[in-house]
């Protein structure tokens, strides 16, 4: 998954975004679930950045 924190800024990749659903996980794949990155951009707060610098 392409999260990073950065001075507790949560940010997201915006490659995530060609995506319908993307599934976080806690450290396991059968802890993850099935979530739009739109949700999960709010419901952590973050901000959408571009890490990968255009190759999304």
Not at 1 to 28: C, I, N, T, Y
Request: charged share 20%; proline share 4%.
């Amino acid at each position: 998954m392409h999260v990073v924190d950065l001075r507790g800024q949560q940010q997201l990749d915006v490659s995530l975004k060609k995506f319908d659903e993307v599934l976080p996980a806690a450290g396991a794949t059968n802890a993850a679930i099935r979530i739009s990155p739109e949700h999960l951009a709010r419901l952590v707060r973050a901000q959408w950045v571009d890490v990968a610098q255009g190759q999304a």
